[in-house]
């Protein structure tokens, strides 16, 4: 009856299959002719029962997103949910692959739903800026309870199919021909005989519903928000059901989405979205892959032991290669603390564990990386010692196989350069810790073939990564990036800021964390020892290192750390020092604003997007933002620093790195050409040099 939906009978059973390629998402296109489908199914007087199933790899993965922020073509998913349930005989979803969103919802119309074994349901909307405007808010805690309906709405994490069955959202599992068992299911249902109460009539969850604890679960949620408000608009919601009839709490619900799809966090989290799939799409995505069995890692450090825990916790077997028997022993010491820890938390079985480990074997000797198909170093960030373990990979490797470098500064072209086959050397700069951090940003060097970059990209999926290719220049996009953003930190303390102040700032702004805290966390030491390297000072953050101060894992750095606590606390020593240093140069301190926190880090963080765009170091500027959601914390409901821009206004960027160049001269404010196209064509794409 439609290319995207299609009528079978058998006997009294009405089978609709639903089959809206890639995802069976509920477009417009999909809507009119199930809508038809319905209200015909209904007044069929020889139809028993009407089963929903879907064609693919999956049943309906929601609303479709493209359609969000245009006018809503009728009928929308709330219509069709009213007129599922307006069908007396009974109704059943059977359920493969995912039931996500406005899918959910669609099965929530139905008096049943059955499941495959693999299957997947979820209401992952909050990711997506919103909560279901389906009627999932109202309709899954009458099946499930409100206490994990709002576990579930406000974490947007699926559960599998035999919890859902445990927690009453599913009836029956089933394994093999999930429309057979559907269709027997359906009829064995008619042959019993009605009356099917619909979900919206049913209150099996909300029976015993603890309100109390209800809103201390919310209030913990909102607390966790960091300033987004879909969480805090879904505990609402779910608040609703339990207090409210069926159809106030349902309007309450549609006017609690309409708000939110129209709000620029919404409109964030869909760019985010889609930028992250977008990021995956390469040019060279058509040619054939390389062959990766067996993954080496060279260096047992901090990166190299999150790196063999990605690969290995991938599937993949790993050696792992380090200078001598000890540091090897370390390093496999650290990843088996890393595991335990994991165990402990209940993340992970100890038989999981020793399978994980059971992945590893552990060498000194480099003739053992001959069978691996990818080998990633990690060893010092020193370009001598690179080029040495590359000149040595080159006596061993195999023909073909993919030699990687995790540098986060040193110039891959150079590196590639120094070998026979730089057609085969690549980046893989992961963050650190690498087995958690999703962000890998992939460096295609001058050389590299596009068949070792699309072997990467397919990698980096398989393990779970979020992979940004990214061409070669110094700190790459994240971390060059990062340094314009803290290329005014000293001067902002020194003029009168306080760490705390701007830490704030940047916490009340969204992120996890301000720059003074995350440089506690990961080492002050660090960027101590790359100044250096590069001849370069930092008077303040120099002369805490120089006083052992190093962060977190010292008890002091910007902040004290006391009795290994990681909460930070100012310390007057440091604003002492700082007052000091500003003394001798002769600055006075003066009050400084928030805005010109943002103004001087964020602005700055921005133009260097720009200047990365123009170079084509970055293929998108949606890149950019999957490279600082994922690596950095931006926060997600600014949807990266490119996208904020344009909420922002390139204009007003502009006017103030210019008014802050005039000021300091620096060539951070000086603004990039294409933050001008931007401002003039409100699209950072116009001019890319891509
Ligand atoms: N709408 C429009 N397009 C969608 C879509 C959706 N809901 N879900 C996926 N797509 C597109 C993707 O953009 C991608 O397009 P591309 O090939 O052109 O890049 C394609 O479908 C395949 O998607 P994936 O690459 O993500 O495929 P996977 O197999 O890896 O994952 C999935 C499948 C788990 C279903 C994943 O796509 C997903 O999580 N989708 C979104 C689910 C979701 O958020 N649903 C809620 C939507 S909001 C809603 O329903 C509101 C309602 O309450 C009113
Ligand atoms: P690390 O000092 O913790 O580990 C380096 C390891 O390499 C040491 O265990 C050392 O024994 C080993 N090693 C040195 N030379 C070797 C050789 N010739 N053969 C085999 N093993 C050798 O250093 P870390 O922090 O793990 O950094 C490694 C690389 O990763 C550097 O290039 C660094 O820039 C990069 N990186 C570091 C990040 C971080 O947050 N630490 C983040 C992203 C990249």
Redesign the pocket.
Known sequence: MSDFLRINRDGGVAIVTIDNP??N???FHLREPLMQALVELRDDASVAAVVIVCAG??FV????????GKPVQQP???AIVATLESITKSTVAAIH??A??????LALGCHFRVADTGA?LG???V??G?????G?TVRLPRLVGALKALKMIVS?APISATEAHAAGLVDAVFEGDLTTHAVNFARELARKGGPFTPVRDRDDGLKETDLAALDAEAADLARKARGLDAPIACALSVRNAVTLPFDPALAAERAL?VKLVGSDQSRAQRHL??A???A??ISAKDVVKRRIARIGVIGAGTMGGGIAMAFANGGYPVTLLETSHEALQRGLATIDKNYSVSVTRGSLTEDAKRQRLAQFTGSTDYADLADCDLIVEAVFEDMAVKKEVFGKLEAVAKPGAILATNTSYLDIDEIAASTSRPQDVVGLHFFSPANVMKLLEIVRAQRTAPDALATVVDLARRIGKVAVVVGVCHGFVGNRMLAARGSESEALLLEGATPRQIDQVFTDFGWPMGPFQMGDLAGLDIGWRNRKAQGLTAVIADTLCEQGRFGQKTGKGFYLYENGSRTPVPDPQVEALIRAEADEKGIAPRAISAEEIIERTLYPLINEGAKILEEGIAARASDIDIVWVNGYGFPVGKGGPMFWAGLEGAGKIIERLEYWHQRTGKDVFKPAPLLKTMAETGSWEAGATV
């Open positions: 890639p995802v998402a509920l477009s790899r999956t993965a929601g609303a479709d997103i493209t359609e969000f929308d998913l709330r692959g995912t996500l969103g406005g899918g959910l919802e997947k209401l992952p909307e990711k997506l919103l909560l279901p405007g389906g999932g947007g989405f979205f889609f992250e799939r977008e995956a799409k």
